[in-house]
């Protein structure tokens, strides 16, 4: 009988863990989840870095985290569409076609794919927001590709691209 | 078949019975209207082809010889090395599964290829449904009523991209030529503030219609609700009217308010209840909901799924019909009896596709069991191999047919979209039979009034077309065409050639450029002259380990286009052809869309095509085949398409 008090107290204990343990995995404000997600996007480190330099990342589900992604596409949309607009003005006449393609480019992709991708995260309809993340790809590799020379946008075209490419990997997960 | 000894000399509108699908019974009825009288000048039947030699896929140099002589019928070889094969690229880190446009990296030498208008005005269509601008997706409650046949579709506004969705609006006599009506609905209630989407329409048989659509409340939770036309009387059902106590339906607490939507048609059960289905999933196995109702007011949930398959994901716009195994008539959806199978269609938010499986349907285990589980819902047989989402189909009970409407998405990028000011077109309705002959799937076809578009013929006799060639065929231009061929293989080529393990897969077999001892073999649409562009479709055979042939179907965008946004995959499957039958194709080309069946609809293939040369009067037509050892022998008619005028036509109501 005396074996009892331990064993139970024994029995607690464990339990407890096993309780404090598994409520871990479910909750979803978890530093576990955004690695998860990133795990399955191109680009694991810019992924880390993009989320967590928004606060609302640690407590986001996997919709939350998408419309992060978004956001930050939205930047980068609108850095290079400053840089289109400092270019266009000074650029050498061999640039200036390639120059208004990206301006096209990158007005389709602020004027169309972020709004859609925003909506249908919001709205429960991701495959959308998947398409508007594809597109945003291909819109700043039509940008970069139609240089014939060094391109100028680069930089802003690679950043562009790799959020929007981590955006789509990330709305997979809801499809 | 009987067939007429075709030569140079043929009389004029001299008909040649194609097997052209399910009604193999029925004449092919020359174009009504204005189109009677054709000039006989022109192509039209002489057997006038000239001979181009094929010249490499970047345009031509000086080598292109132009035959025009009919006595001088020679063949060019097709060197091997001119067709080389598409460069797929690195996809790093891209799943299967991924969205095709990801896949859109064909980046050859990096040219900006930049669309300028006159590109983008040819994309519109001339017969296939579309808004004048903007964006549209899902079909919505097809319905005949009244004399007419009505179409709503999920349209955006503001914009050629998906958001802010309403429902568009048409009505047309003859499924073709369209009528454009006013906005149906909006998003004017809290219960579909964010979304008028997707709904199926149910005529009751007191006449009475039924619209049950899906709406995205002002807390963005999934419902469905009830809408019914203001006026019976009125044939256009300009003014609907919203159930004032919607939602009548709200997520169960098992589901996820993002996954409930598109409730179906209904249909009798046997105890006088409507039944309906609403797709959704749990984790990611897709599954059908099931719901009874009296009034489409209240409904039951009825315990048990219609049918449920893992990793399928979430199931949207569910579509539940009976098919006759005996006759080739549609049936009411509420049909039931011995001669019925059930048919079971999802369209998987995974992977952008429409499945369908063929079963049996017990209404009191609330069970669908497919014939196949091998083939079940979302695993096996698709209606289209191509671009074609979230279609639905609907009774027509004028002519006791099932009707199919599929929306038919862009395949370029977001850019030329806002360029050209819209995004999407419907696919030609199509009716749907079971296909009585294979027992196993059913049979798509345009439906019959597509054929009233037709105006001049072009007929090709027994066309033989070498190993390795490629053949003009002298019609004019080939931008709005409906084409049906048959081809057949060389009975002594098929004989000689070895058996084959070769598994061909029309998507990673590397398209028409790749060349197999049977195949590929077809048709070039949408070419320019000296092919810097162009279409293939066509067939593939592989003579198995059995010595038994099997066929596949495909349609080759690798090289439509020298843009460098636009997808180039390649869509196709295997098509079932029974013993005595020869391969046979129709293929509707209407400007960016091209629509193919093969062997009268079991195996069909919609593509979007974008190319920057052949367009306008440089779109040319040719036949192919680029067999290492099969002879070739093709018999088609081609007709020249008029245009439906379609946004010619609007009713604007007075505000």
């Not at chain 2, 061909?504 to 092919?531: H, I, K, M, Q, W």
Request: aromatic share 10%.
């Amino acid at each position: 009988m005396t074996m009892l008090k331990p064993i139970s107290f024994l029995i607690l204990i464990v339990c407890t863990n096993f309780v404090v343990i598994e409520c871990r995995t479910i909750q979803p404000n978890d530093e576990n989840l955004i690695q998860q997600i990133c795990k399955k996007t191109p680009n694991y480190a810019l992924c880390i870095q993009y989320l967590h330099s928004d606060p609302k990342a640690p407590s986001a589900d996997v919709r939350g985290l998408a419309l992060i992604m978004v956001n930050v596409m939205k930047n980068k949309a609108n850095i290079a569409i400053n840089k289109i607009h400092q270019l266009i003005g000074k650029s050498p006449p061999d640039q200036k076609e390639a120059l208004d393609n990206c301006a096209d480019n990158y007005n389709a992709i602020v004027v169309a794919d972020i709004p859609e991708a925003t909506e249908a995260l919001l709205k429960g309809n991701p495959k959308f927001a998947e398409d508007g993340a594809n597109d945003a790809v291909v819109e700043a590799r039509g940008c970069e590709n139609g240089f014939k020379g060094k391109s100028p946008l680069t930089a802003e075209n690679n950043a562009m691209r790799d959020a929007s490419a981590i955006t789509a990997a990330i709305v997979r997960n809801l499809l | 078949m009987d067939r007429t000894n075709n030569s140079n000399h043929d009389v004029p509108f001299t008909y040649v019975s194609l097997p052209i699908g399910p009604h193999e019974d029925e004449a092919l009825v020359e174009s009504r209207g204005k189109w009677k009288a054709r000039p006989v000048v022109f192509c039209g039947l002489l057997v006038l082809v000239s001979l181009v030699a094929f010249n490499g896929y970047k345009g031509s140099n000086g080598n292109i010889t132009t035959l025009t002589s009919n006595e001088d019928l020679k063949q060019k070889t097709i060197h091997s090395h001119k067709w080389k094969p598409v460069s797929r690229g690195v996809s790093a880190g891209v799943s299967e599964k991924s969205n095709r446009l990801f896949t859109k990296s064909n980046n050859i030498g990096g040219m900006l290829f930049p669309w300028n208008n006159t590109m983008l005005a040819w994309q519109r269509t001339a017969f296939h449904f579309q808004p004048e601008e903007n964006w549209m997706n899902d079909p919505n409650g097809p319905l005949y009523y009244k004399g007419w046949y009505h179409f709503f579709y999920q349209y955006n506004p503001n914009g050629a991209f998906w958001g802010d969705i309403v429902w568009g609006h048409a009505v047309s006599r003859d499924l073709i030529h369209w009528i454009h009506l006013p906005l149906a609905m909006v998003a004017d209630e809290w219960y579909d503030q964010n979304g008028v989407w997707t709904g199926s329409a149910t005529i009751l048989p007191n006449g009475d219609i039924i619209m049950l659509y899906t709406g995205a409340t002002d807390a963005l939770v999934q419902v469905q609700n009830l809408a019914y036309p203001a006026d019976l009387s009125d044939p256009l059902l300009i003014d609907w009217i919203k159930y004032p106590k919607n939602p009548v339906l709200v997520p169960p607490p098992e589901i996820e308010v993002y996954d409930f939507r598109d409730p179906t048609t209904a249909w009798l059960t046997s105890q006088g209840k409507w039944r309906i289905s609403i797709g959704s999933k749990m984790n990611k196995t897709g599954i059908a909901l099931v719901y009874d109702t009296k009034d489409f007011k209240t409904f039951e949930r009825i315990e048990g799924i219609l049918r449920a398959v893992p990793k399928t994901g979430m199931w949207e716009c569910v579509d539940f019909f009976p098919v006759s195994t005996k006759l080739d008539i549609g049936l009411d959806t509420s049909a039931r009896g011995d001669d019925v199978k059930y048919v079971m269609k999802v369209s998987l938010d995974d992977d952008r596709h429409d499945y369908y499986a063929l079963g049996t349907y017990d209404e009191n285990g609330v069970d669908f069991v497919p014939d196949d589980t091998n083939k079940d819902v979302g695993t096996g047989l698709r209606y289209d191999y191509g671009v074609f989402y979230a279609s639905k189909t609907f009774y027509d009970q004028s002519k006791e047919r099932r009707v199919l409407w599929s929306w038919i998405g862009e395949s370029d990028s977001e850019d030329a979209d806002v360029a050209k000011g819209w995004a999407s077109l419907m696919g030609i309705p199509r009716t749907i039979v079971f296909d009585k002959k294979t027992g196993s799937n059913l049979l798509q076809w345009p439906v019959e009034e597509v054929e009233r578009l037709r105006m001049k013929r072009c007929k090709f006799h027994n066309e033989k077309v070498m190993p390795g060639s490629v053949v003009l065929l002298n019609i004019g231009s080939a931008s709005q065409l409906d084409i049906e061929a048959e081809f057949n293989i060389d009975k002594k080529d098929i004989e000689k050639i070895k058996q084959t393990n070769e598994e061909y897969n029309c998507e990673t077999s590397g398209g028409a450029a790749n060349r197999g001892a049977l195949g590929p073999f077809g048709l070039l649409v949408l070419a320019d002259e000296g092919l810097s562009e162009y279409t293939p479709i066509y067939f593939y055979v592989v003579k198995g380990s059995n010595g038994n042939l099997k066929t596949s179907f495909c349609s080759d965008q690798s090289r439509s286009s020298l843009a460098t946004d636009v997808d180039k995959s390649i869509f196709g499957s295997t098509v079932p052809v029974l013993e005595g039958e020869k391969l046979s194709l129709r293929i509707l080309v209407d400007h960016s869309i091209v629509e193919s069946f093969a062997q009268g609809g079991r195996t069909c293939v919609t593509s979007r095509v974008y190319p920057t040369t052949a367009i306008y009067e440089n779109a040319q037509l040719f036949l192919f085949n680029n067999a290492t050892e099969a002879t070739v022998t093709a018999s088609l008619n081609v007709w020249h398409m008029n245009s439906a005028f379609i946004n010619d036509k609007q009713v604007k109501l007075k505000s």
